[in-house]
Structures are given as C-alpha cells and as structure tokens.
C-alpha cells in the first residue's frame, strides 16, 4: 500500500482527489490538509510514502515542503499536482528534489500511473514541460525571490525587512539586485515578470 499526505487548498478540489485516490486499491491517502504548514506537521507525524501537493498554498508552498524534505533527508517522494504550466516551475521543482510533475488537467489515470512510477523510484514529468524547463535560467536567489514575492503582496521594504527578520537596507539590496536581473522599471513588474516565468 502507497501512502500518500495530499496537500491542496482548494476544498473541492482536495476532496475530490482524495475520493480519486481512494478508488485504487493500493493507494491510501492517510491525510489530506489545506495549507503547507499542516502538510509538513502530517508529513513528520505520519512519514508516508508520498506527498501530493500544489504549488501555490498558505504557508509554505509545495516548492518549499519538497526542499523541507530534501533538507531533513526525509525518505518521502514528492509529486507536484498544478495549474502552473511554467517551466520555471518545473525546473525548481526538480532541484528541489521532485519526482512527478503533472498538469491538473491531465487524465485521472495518469496521476494513479505517476504516484506508482515515482514510488518505483522513476520520474513522472509532464513532457511538454520538461523540454521547455531547460530554456531560461532563474537568475533569483531565494532570498530575491521570497522578497519580491512579499512586494508583489503589498508590503513595503520596511515590512518586508520585519516579515524576514532583516535590515531595511539589505531588503532594498534584494529588490534592486532582482529589479536589475529581470530588466525592468520597479519591484511590481519584476514580481509580475518572475510570475509570468514560474521564479516566483
């Protein structure tokens, strides 16, 4: 029996994967949460075989649990379910250790398929993705990137500095360094631009 920890903060969407899942006799989704920071609290708890997860989600996102992971060298495989058709996605989600990469609109037997695979050990990567992933680098660091994501929320440097724990300047530093590497006028076009690519 795989199990499985099913990370989604969409309702319908969670319950609705979880019933999937269900039906396949040597599949058993032991929990199924809404937010990364309850995912990573299940995924110590309960060590499963597998984590399902989006990207997107409060708390820590799918990208960030999959390093948590690798960084405690937990032996669970991770498989990335997602409306993000960016290869900037996918090529993160591979240094961060990810086994399976599928699009939410793909058939519901592929998803059973590539739990299997990635337990086998193989990858399951949507393959129009993988040929686009090795195009264009990320030219952000992570602390770049988590700051540009808190400006493209709102917040302002000094907000940003406190949320991160550091000095007003060397969040300036961060946003002007990743204004720079993207090309363009002020922190709301880099983090729509880091967006539109999948850096974010």
Known sequence: MI???LAEDQAMLRGALTALLGMESDLEVVAHVGDGEAAWR???RLQPDV????IEMPGLTGLELAQRIARHELPIKVVIITTFARAGFLRRALEAGVRGY??????????ADAIRNVQRGGRSIDPQLAVEAW???????????????????GLSAGEIAEKLNLSHGTVRNYLSEAIGKLGVGNRIEAYRLARQKGWL
């Open 51 to 54: 984590l399902l997860t989006d």
């Open 42 to 44: 299940e995924l110590q």
């Open 3 to 5: 199990r499985i920890v």
């Open 102 to 111: 599928l699009l939410k609109d793909a058939p519901a037997e592929q998803l």
């Open 135 to 153: 195009g264009e680098a990320d030219p952000l660091t992570d602390r770049e990137r988590q700051a540009l994501r808190l400006a493209g929320e």
